[in-house]
């Protein structure tokens, strides 16, 4: 009976720290992503930004 309460005591406390580091991880990945995702998209921007200065400076607006 004691060992079986142990047991349980120790598999509770693995799963509990199991389950923050996963948490952890997906945080990491969604930082990742968000920033590939920036990397990605960053360029775009500034060509788009470039686009429009020469744009009103052509058309004088």
Do not use: Q, R
């Amino acid at each position: 009976m004691n060992k079986s309460v142990a047991l349980t005591l120790l598999s509770t406390i693995v799963l509990a720290s199991s389950t923050g580091s996963a948490v952890a991880a997906d945080n990491k990945v969604v930082a990742g992503a968000k920033k590939v995702g920036t990397a990605i998209v960053w360029p775009f921007k500034k060509v788009g930004e470039g686009m429009k200065a020469v744009g009103k400076k052509v058309t004088g607006k």
